[in-house]
């Protein structure tokens, strides 16, 4: 059952994670820098030359401190750069993105000399189909996000409670198995649940040391050792005691 419990979870995890991830990489690219972040928000057909067999638009990047070079320049970066064609789409604090708009045949020379002047062309072509399948993707996983939340919750709280009385009952068995190879049979031993606070865990122990040192002399005797830290010796003995005991971590946000 727990090994069952653990395969559906992955599955589960892995499938809401990948969800959650592709949706978290897509808003991250929509509030990113000018530079990289998506364009689906932002650009509207009106602002660049399509289905032209001559001309095309341009995105460049242009910091703050260059606007007015900006201005004075695009025309000449270039030949056949049409006249006046620039127009601010975006800015932030950084700097703006400006279309501009030349024959095809001078793309690759306006890009060198706009990059010698500092500024940034972004490569980027104006396809209504594909931006509309940008903000239909970020839709569907929005929602899948939100279909896929309440059902693993729901799944969890039901898993968590059958995990974790199967971990008990194996606390338990392991109570009962170590406590008959150590005193034997027939069974004569009582199992309990101590849940003392921090305060009281030195005396709870002292006690326990104190009423049941009879059961193991050299157990009961190596608590008393058990903080010296011999240099070369590394033996953990702090676990073991006169009496059973086994540990069980209540505090699940801090389990390891």
Same mark, same amino acid.
């Given at each position: 059952?727990?090994?069952?419990?653990?395969?559906?979870?992955?599955?589960?995890?892995?499938?809401?994670?990948?969800?959650?991830?592709?949706?978290?990489?897509?808003?991250?690219?929509?509030? $990113?820098? =000018?530079? /990289?972040? #998506? *364009?689906?928000?932002?650009?509207?057909? @009106?602002?660049?030359?399509?289905?032209? !067999?001559?001309?095309?638009?341009?995105?460049?990047?242009?910091?703050?401190?260059?606007?007015?070079?900006?201005?004075?320049?695009?025309?000449?970066?270039?030949?056949?750069?049409?006249?006046?064609?620039?127009?601010?789409?975006?800015?932030?604090?950084? $700097?703006? =993105?400006? /279309?501009? #708009? *030349?024959?095809?045949?001078?793309?690759? @020379?306006?890009?060198?000399?706009?990059? !010698?002047?500092?500024?940034?062309?972004?490569?980027?072509?104006?396809?209504?189909?594909?931006?509309?399948?940008?903000?239909?993707?970020?839709?569907?996983?929005?929602?899948?996000?939100?279909?896929?939340?309440?059902?693993?919750?729901?799944?969890?709280?039901?898993?968590?409670?059958?995990?974790?009385?199967?971990?008990?009952?194996?606390?338990?068995?392991?109570?009962?198995?170590?406590?008959?190879?150590?005193?034997?049979?027939?069974?004569?031993?009582?199992?309990?649940?101590?849940?003392?606070?921090?305060?009281?865990?030195?005396?709870?122990?002292?006690?326990?040391?104190?009423?049941?040192?009879?059961?193991?002399?050299?157990?009961?005797?190596?608590?008393?050792?058990?903080?010296?830290?011999?240099?070369?010796?590394?033996?953990?003995?702090?676990?073991?005691?006169?009496?059973?005991?086994?540990?069980?971590?209540?505090?699940?946000?801090?389990?390891?």
């Amino acid at each position: 059952q727990i090994s069952q419990i653990d395969t559906d979870l992955k599955s589960r995890a892995m499938t809401y994670n990948n969800t959650k991830g592709n949706l978290q990489n897509l808003e991250r690219k929509a509030v $990113g820098s =000018l530079l /990289t972040r #998506t *364009l689906a928000d932002i650009v509207n057909k @009106e602002d660049f030359v399509v289905d032209s !067999e001559y001309l095309t638009t341009l995105l460049a990047f242009v910091p703050k401190s260059n606007y007015s070079n900006w201005q004075k320049t695009y025309e000449s970066l270039a030949d056949m750069v049409v006249p006046r064609s620039t127009k601010m789409i975006i800015e932030d604090i950084e $700097g703006a =993105l400006f /279309t501009v #708009t *030349l024959f095809k045949k001078t793309v690759d @020379e306006f890009k060198i000399r706009a990059r !010698e002047n500092k500024f940034i062309v972004r490569e980027f072509s104006y396809s209504e189909e594909e931006l509309h399948a940008e903000k239909e993707e970020m839709t569907r996983l929005s929602a899948d996000k939100k279909q896929q939340y309440g059902p693993l919750l729901r799944w969890l709280k039901v898993n968590f409670s059958e995990a974790y009385i199967a971990w008990i009952h194996i606390k338990a068995l392991r109570v009962f198995v170590e406590s008959v190879l150590r005193y034997g049979l027939p069974v004569n031993f009582q199992a309990m649940l101590l849940q003392p606070n921090k305060k009281s865990m030195k005396r709870l122990r002292d006690v326990l040391n104190a009423l049941f040192k009879h059961l193991d002399e050299v157990a009961a005797a190596s608590t008393v050792d058990a903080n010296m830290d011999i240099p070369g010796l590394n033996v953990n003995q702090q676990d073991y005691y006169a009496y059973v005991y086994f540990k069980i971590d209540i505090d699940l946000f801090n389990f390891k």
